[in-house]
């Protein structure tokens, strides 16, 4: 039979996942052992841009393994990868050969959106990428929810006699819902995002007390 032997070091080691094929004959009862040699990862710097070709520093870039190794019939767990600053707006990570989806958050103080890449392919030699956070727009909405009336100490509900098993329709009110989560999807990554991965957010936001939000966007 033919079997894929991964070995999986750490996210945070130096060296890389390594996959390979092996062979064995049924009922042999002494296979020869295995040796796995294990490889340093490549370097992958990423310089991140706004739309002036400014370097943005300060931001949260991450890089999120797409479950694919080197033998697609034995997938791999998906693995998170966390980058450092070197540099103002340049940072680096070392990434296992795969296929990425790379996350980049700007400072808040920037005013800049999220920006979301897909299939981003790493090889085994080190490389440099340039990621553009484009100019941001803003969203406003409100969410608002039913509100039943309130009852009074008598039991009843207020304006409305004592003796009514449920209140009209009409006596139904609608106020703002706060505290509600609301986040912003890209139209294609929310129908079909690429490896079965989750869909990733492009703006997430919480409604304020009066139920409204303000989503900061990409405008690309």
Do not use: C
Not at 65 to 93: C, H, I, M, W
Not at 131 to 157: N, R
Not at 194 to 219: E, K, N, Y
Request: hydrophobic share 35%; glycine share 10%; aromatic share 8%.
């Amino acid at each position: 039979k033919s079997f894929v032997v991964t070995v999986m070091p750490t996210a945070e080691s130096i060296f890389g996942i390594q996959q390979s094929m092996h062979h064995f004959v049924p009922n042999e009862l002494a296979p020869e052992p295995l040796e796995v040699e294990l490889r340093k990862k490549a370097v992958t710097r990423v310089r991140v841009i706004d739309a002036e070709e400014e370097p943005v520093g300060g931001a949260a870039l991450l890089a999120i393994f797409s479950n694919q190794g080197g033998f697609p019939e034995a997938p791999l767990p998906s693995r998170k990868y966390v980058a450092q600053e070197t540099d103002e707006g340049l940072y680096e990570f070392s990434l296992d050969e795969g296929s990425y989806t790379f996350v980049v958050d700007p400072p808040i103080e920037s005013g800049l959106p999220r920006r979301v890449e897909r299939d981003n392919y790493v090889q085994g030699t080190s490389q440099q990428r340039v990621i553009e956070v484009s100019p941001p727009a803003a969203l406003t909405g409100l969410v608002y929810g039913t509100l039943e009336p309130e009852a009074d100490p008598d039991g009843g509900v207020e304006g409305q006699p004592a003796d009514s098993p449920e209140p009209g329709p009409e006596q139904y009110s609608q106020g703002p819902a706060a505290g509600v989560k609301v986040e912003l999807y890209d139209e294609i990554e929310a129908n079909s995002p690429a490896d079965g991965l989750a869909p990733i957010p492009v703006a997430t936001g919480w409604t304020d007390g009066d139920g409204r939000f303000v989503l900061i966007i990409p405008a690309y």
